[in-house]
């Protein structure tokens, strides 16, 4: 077990608290992002804390074996069933209000419930919906503004998944350093080594929608049909809104040179999503802006080399310049495209390998570790001032 979350665990049992965790995220049929994020802080604290970790949705508390069934599968419907037939449900999240000295509400998403526990934190992955509202639907981008500024002034702890969320959360929601703490997420790639020649293939990860700067790519596609015999792009991602997929991608896939070296695969398994990269000659994740850019991360953690847009927390990674683009710049990302398609082989396994090494810093439990270090502090705290006359 990670060292940091080994010592929050020691803290969390010192102060005689028991961890309740919002696993809402996980009711979703297909799990992507957040739900991935909620599945393995569910995960990391059920190991550090199996006898003071308690997991619920909708007001109820979940068996946490159940719970741990659903997460390996990867399958919220297996947990939706089980819920709806009367299983796996320990009772209301207010029958277990009495069960510790003190108790710990983690919301890995927008918060569920207020100033209920003790101690509260909510983690913050991005505030793309306050600063570039454009990009989100309208009920969206107000509902989840409105939850920004609720759930930051409500928490104890704000856990921001980047530097750049942090400093944005600082700087718009006027919230105090002492209160914010940085974890970047973590990877957990499956078992399994990269082949021994990548295939000819480029995986483009996004969602169909505004944020995902897919058009970039499509439009220097629509610009460079020669390349339509050198490499293939298959685009890993559901349909989302605004853009509807024929406006990006309706002239490739009907009158242009691409028709047969592209491919959509919509909605993927966690397996499937990790073959293709493996396999993959290279990535592309032109987003215009993101809260940590989980995709690029486990592009990295397959071996595999990625451009990205130089924009809000991507450029973290550290990876080299030339992987960087300008995410409004057609002729920019033509340069890393080129970058990527014309470099030697040996040249891009040993980038592979080094951007793997690198990828192997960000780890799940070092997450869980960090946002349980700060939660035990403000419980200690608690303590202290419980204590002074």
Known sequence: MNEGLTSAAARIRGCGAAVFVDVSALMELAWTGIANVTANLAREIYRALPEHSYFFARGVVIDP????????????????????????QLGSIGDFSGVAAATVGLFPNIKTAHRFFDVEAVVFHDLSAMLMPELHQGWAAHVHTQALARDGESSEVVCCVSEATAADAKLYLGLDAERCVVA??????????????????????????????????????????????????????????????????????????????????????????????RHARFAIFPSLFEGFGLPVIEAMAAGCPVITARSSSLVEFGLPDEMYFDPFSLSDFGRAFRHMETMPKNTMARLGAALKHQAARYGWAAFAGTLLNAVAARLEARERAALTP
């Open 65 to 88: 074996a159940a719970l741990m069934t659903a997460i390996e599968e990867a399958n919220g419907a297996y947990l939706e069933v089980l819920l709806e037939n009367g299983f796996a």
């Open 184 to 277: 970047p997420l973590g990877v957990r790639p499956p078992p399994g080594e990269e082949p021994a020649q990548r295939m000819n293939y480029a995986v483009v990860l996004g969602t169909v929608e505004p944020r995902k700067n897919l058009r970039l790519v499509a439009e220097y596609m629509l610009n460079h049909g020669d390349l339509a015999d050198r490499i293939a792009l298959v685009f890993v991602g559901r349909k989302g809104w605004g853009q509807s997929f024929d406006d990006v991608f309706g002239e490739l896939t009907i009158n242009s040179p691409w028709r047969e070296s592209i491919h959509f695969t919509d909605f993927v398994s966690e397996a499937d999503k990790w073959a293709l990269l």
